[in-house]
């Protein structure tokens, strides 16, 4: 009976110790975490990541490769075949495409701004080459020509040149004589051919009609652009008398990624209207000017133009 009650104890035994080592391996499996292996093959590089992490894999990148049938970015090798278990933890190496090495040049003549053909060319594996404008009657900015061809083939990574528009050319004319004209007139000719009366000096002329015109920088009948800056020089009295100050105009272009646009400021008196500038600037540049203005006075800014503002001149 003892010998009975032996055996049964020792069977008892086993059984515990074999329960305890299969629960055991359970535990040890299932912390562990036993998963299978994706096809990663043809997923974006983000995507892929993603899946790993959801199975509490890692990946490494370990190489970069062309390849001519597997997008930019895309995985075109796993470390690890598709379908096998593996334990969490591990992890995964990759090879990820860099795309074709021969690319198509895109289509850029065209677009509206040289910032928009540059992401085009970032976009397709292409990168902006050297850039040039030139006056044309397309709007500011807009690609006229590149080089190479839209179509042709090149190696991913070359520059792709681009020749943009400045924007139609200023009309040249013939600067007019001045001389004899009371400023009054003067002043408003120059401000209806598009040019800018920079400043105004005065010189005993014995004779002269008072506030006439003696003098201007820019020699009569020569060919001038709109916007070029005109000096005169007059006789003491009539309109030159109103008491005359010096005051400095500021404006900063808009700083939104276009090209150059035109800034044209006009200034208000008790001498008239009159443009004092009118030039092509680029996007947030600070212009200043220094403008001679007599009695109560304002400036209105245009830029391409649209108006842009106005100030009283103290």
Same mark, same amino acid.
């Given at each position: 009976? $003892? =010998?009975?009650?032996?055996?049964?104890? &020792?069977?008892?035994?086993?059984? &515990?110790?074999?329960a305890t080592a299969f629960f055991g391996v359970m535990r040890i499996s299932v912390r562990g975490g036993i998963v299978t292996m994706p096809d990663l093959r043809g997923m974006p590089k983000a995507v892929a990541d993603g899946r790993l992490r959801s199975l509490g894999l890692d990946m490494e990148v370990s190489e970069e490769r062309y390849s001519a049938t597997v997008p930019y970015g895309a995985v075109i090798q796993q470390s690890i075949e598709p379908g096998s278990a593996l334990k969490r933890g591990r992890t995964i190496a990759v090879v990820v495409s860099v795309g074709d090495k021969v690319l198509q040049v895109p289509?850029? !003549?065209?677009?509206?701004? +040289?910032?928009?053909? =540059?992401? *085009?060319?970032?976009?397709?594996?292409? !990168?902006?080459? &050297?850039? /040039?404008? *030139? %006056?044309?009657?397309?709007?500011?900015?807009?690609?006229?020509?590149?080089?190479p061809e839209a179509g042709q083939q090149v190696d991913?990574?070359?520059g792709v040149g681009l020749l943009v528009s400045a924007g139609p050319e200023p009309p040249a004319r013939l600067m007019p004589d001045l001389r004899g004209s009371g400023l009054?007139?003067?002043? +408003?000719?120059?401000?209806?051919?598009?040019?800018?009366?920079?400043?105004?000096? =005065?010189?005993p002329a014995p004779g002269a009609a008072p506030g006439s015109v003696l003098a201007q920088s820019v020699s009569p009948y020569s060919r001038v652009e709109e916007g070029s800056e005109v000096d005169l020089t007059v006789a003491p009295g009539g309109a030159a008398q109103i008491p005359a100050r010096l005051a400095t105009l500021s404006f900063t272009m808009p700083n939104d990624g276009v090209q150059?646009? $035109?800034? *044209?400021?006009?200034?208000? /008196?008790?001498?008239?209207?009159? %443009? !004092?500038?009118?030039?092509?600037?680029? %996007?947030?540049?600070?212009?200043?000017? /220094? !403008?001679?203005?007599h009695g109560p006075a304002t400036a209105s800014f245009s830029v391409g133009g649209?108006?842009?503002?106005?100030?009283? *001149?103290p």
């Amino acid at each position: 009976m $003892r =010998e009975v009650l032996f055996w049964l104890k &020792l069977t008892g035994l086993g059984l &515990l110790l074999g329960a305890t080592a299969f629960f055991g391996v359970m535990r040890i499996s299932v912390r562990g975490g036993i998963v299978t292996m994706p096809d990663l093959r043809g997923m974006p590089k983000a995507v892929a990541d993603g899946r790993l992490r959801s199975l509490g894999l890692d990946m490494e990148v370990s190489e970069e490769r062309y390849s001519a049938t597997v997008p930019y970015g895309a995985v075109i090798q796993q470390s690890i075949e598709p379908g096998s278990a593996l334990k969490r933890g591990r992890t995964i190496a990759v090879v990820v495409s860099v795309g074709d090495k021969v690319l198509q040049v895109p289509q850029l !003549v065209g677009s509206p701004s +040289a910032r928009q053909a =540059e992401l *085009i060319l970032q976009q397709n594996g292409l !990168v902006p080459g &050297l850039a /040039d404008s *030139i %006056p044309s009657a397309q709007p500011a900015g807009t690609v006229l020509a590149q080089s190479p061809e839209a179509g042709q083939q090149v190696d991913r990574g070359q520059g792709v040149g681009l020749l943009v528009s400045a924007g139609p050319e200023p009309p040249a004319r013939l600067m007019p004589d001045l001389r004899g004209s009371g400023l009054a007139a003067a002043r +408003a000719l120059v401000g209806r051919m598009g040019l800018v009366l920079r400043q105004v000096a =005065e010189r005993p002329a014995p004779g002269a009609a008072p506030g006439s015109v003696l003098a201007q920088s820019v020699s009569p009948y020569s060919r001038v652009e709109e916007g070029s800056e005109v000096d005169l020089t007059v006789a003491p009295g009539g309109a030159a008398q109103i008491p005359a100050r010096l005051a400095t105009l500021s404006f900063t272009m808009p700083n939104d990624g276009v090209q150059e646009r $035109r800034l *044209i400021i006009v200034v208000r /008196d008790s001498l008239g209207q009159r %443009p !004092v500038y009118n030039r092509m600037v680029g %996007p947030g540049v600070l212009v200043s000017r /220094d !403008v001679l203005v007599h009695g109560p006075a304002t400036a209105s800014f245009s830029v391409g133009g649209v108006t842009a503002g106005a100030q009283t *001149i103290p």
